[in-house]
């Protein structure tokens, strides 16, 4: 990042989850999220969530998320739309290129599965465990590299033979396109990208917006055993994107609409004029 850039956004302590400062409810969020995310619940929101029938212009699903605060941030606790525009303008202000840009401003996007969720999900405001929060690989072992791993051994797959071994239910070296990922906010809008006819983001942007969330895998570096050498490409493009998604993060409050101007055009050119079926 440019060093005008570092003077703007604070790159101080982030993601401390044993500080005093973070809430109960994010220890409860991460709770939740090990009790309920298994390889049954996640294909079950992929049938539930995957139908690509709800259509809606992406600025408008933006726009919904202003309605949304991310309780399992430790470090922000506004709208998650700042955050976006956070992520973005800091990828702007560096320079970087237009796609990324966008990447910076869509990658939660994903949230706004709150708007069709339920709590008996974890997909709504109130309960947002299959919503937010760093991501896993469901079908094989905990690593105790999660946030709060403590909370493992209640996860129902770890007491069944099928999931619990180190490789479960996958192949050595299989790859991370091979990998059953908790159910969230970044394999949602994964998917509804990939559908998306009019799609033009590069594959490194794809990535980005799949992976950016495991943090086991890209700063912790679990599942090794799991992974093929092309992987590496994809850790060096979501290591990048995370230094704009993780130190961008600030208290200065921005309104959508002032920036409809500059990311419209941007929006478009590589996602087309359409709505997006969610």
Known sequence: ??????????????RDYKSDAVKEAVKDHYKKMRMHQTVDYVNRMKKKYLTYDKPMMLWDAMDKLNALIDVSDPDLDMPNIQHLLQSAEALRADGRPDWMQLVGLI?????????????????SQKEQWG???????????????????????????AKDSRYNTEYGMYE???????????????EYMYQVMKNHKDNKIPQAGMVMLRFHSFYPWHSEG???????PEDQQYKEWVNDFNTYDLYTKCETERNLEDYKDYYLPIIEKYLGTGPIYW
């Open 172 to 186: 050595p070296n299989c790859g991370l396109d091979n990998l059953e990922m908790a159910w969230g906010h970044d």
């Open 131 to 157: 919503l937010v929060g760093d991501i896993f690989v469901v079908g094989c072992q905990l690593p105790d590299t999660l946030v709060y791993s403590e909370f493992n051994v209640l996860n129902p797959d």
């Open 222 to 228: 679990s599942y090794k055993h799991l992974l093929k």
């Open 1 to 14: 990042m440019s060093q005008e850039n570092e003077l703007i956004f604070d790159n101080g302590n982030y």
């Open 107 to 123: 990658h939660d996007l994903g949230k706004v599965m709150y708007l069709w969720g339920s709590d008996e999900d974890g997909t």
